[in-house]
């Protein structure tokens, strides 16, 4: 089955930089569209960046600019690069998989990992 394990997060100040990774298992990874979604308490979920199975990428307007989205087919990693961080992007961070690209564009994915935790102050 699906299997997808963040890790990364943590705390840092404001204008500083992340890395999550997300390794995925269980799937034909370099096939599947894959993402990142965001969510803090009394918001709503956000998805935050995709990249579908030929290397298209997408970007919510509050990232663009300082979230880049990649993959290693290789390693069967994601990966979100985060740079000038805010306050406003505290939030619990998930991995997120589906077999097709319109995930990229609906944020609806069947699967996501258990997130990881990135705190800005």
């Known amino acids: 089955h699906v299997q997808l394990v963040e890790s990364g997060g943590g705390s840092v100040q404001t204008g500083g930089s992340l890395t999550l990774s997300c390794a995925a298992s269980?799937?034909?990874?370099?096939?599947?569209?894959m993402g990142w979604f965001r969510q803090a308490p009394g918001k709503e979920r956000e998805v935050v960046a995709a990249i579908e199975n030929d290397g298209t990428t997408n970007y919510t307007n509050a990232v663009k600019g300082r979230f880049t989205i990649s993959r290693d087919k290789a390693k069967n990693t994601l990966y979100l690069q985060m740079t000038s961080l805010k306050p406003d992007d505290t939030a619990m961070y998930y991995c997120?998989?589906?077999?097709?690209?319109?995930?990229?564009?609906?944020?609806?994915?069947?699967?996501r990992g258990q997130g990881t935790q990135v705190t800005v102050s």
């Open positions: 997120a998989a589906d077999a097709s690209n319109l995930a990229a564009i609906t944020g609806l994915f069947d699967y």
């Open positions: 269980g799937y034909t990874y370099d096939t599947y569209c």
